[in-house]
């Protein structure tokens, strides 16, 4: 059974920091891409980042540029999103997810709609 399990939310102030990690119970973690979504209330689920599963490519939204770091770990089956200098407006329910398309394309990684499993999403909120 397919299970992805997000942890490290929380409550920080803005310009602090925290790291969300992704434990994915899924075969050949290392042949997916690990992409991480977030969702504020009243929003779309929104794109942040990605990573691929060949050559680590990564890839993520202007908004968090310079902010967020992907990274994964295939021997730990485990994705990563480090959030630095978070500002209010990053507070959302953030969303891990695999996507099993071969060499997707940055238009494909961007559509929820392609991934083939969400874990249940981990609270991360900016007080000001």
């Known amino acids: 059974q397919v299970q992805l399990v997000e942890s490290g939310g929380g409550l920080v102030q803005a310009g602090g920091s925290l790291r969300l990690s992704c434990a994915a119970s899924?075969?050949?973690?290392?042949?997916?891409?690990m992409s991480w979504f977030r969702q504020a209330p009243g929003k779309e689920r929104q794109f942040v980042a990605a990573?691929?599963?060949?050559?680590?490519?990564?890839y993520s939204t202007d908004s968090v540029k310079g902010r967020f770091t992907i990274s994964r770990d295939n021997a730990k089956n485990t994705v990563y999103l480090q959030m630095n200098s978070l500002k209010p407006e990053d507070t959302a329910v953030y969303f891990c997810?695999?996507?099993?398309?071969?060499?997707?394309?940055?238009?494909?990684?961007?559509?929820?709609?392609?991934?083939?499993?969400w874990g249940q999403g981990t609270q991360v909120t900016v007080s000001s």
């Open positions: 997810a695999t996507l099993s398309r071969w060499e997707p394309s940055y238009a494909e990684i961007l559509k929820p709609g392609n991934y083939d499993y």
């Open positions: 990573i691929k599963a060949i050559g680590g490519a990564t």
């Open positions: 899924v075969p050949s973690f290392s042949r997916y891409v």
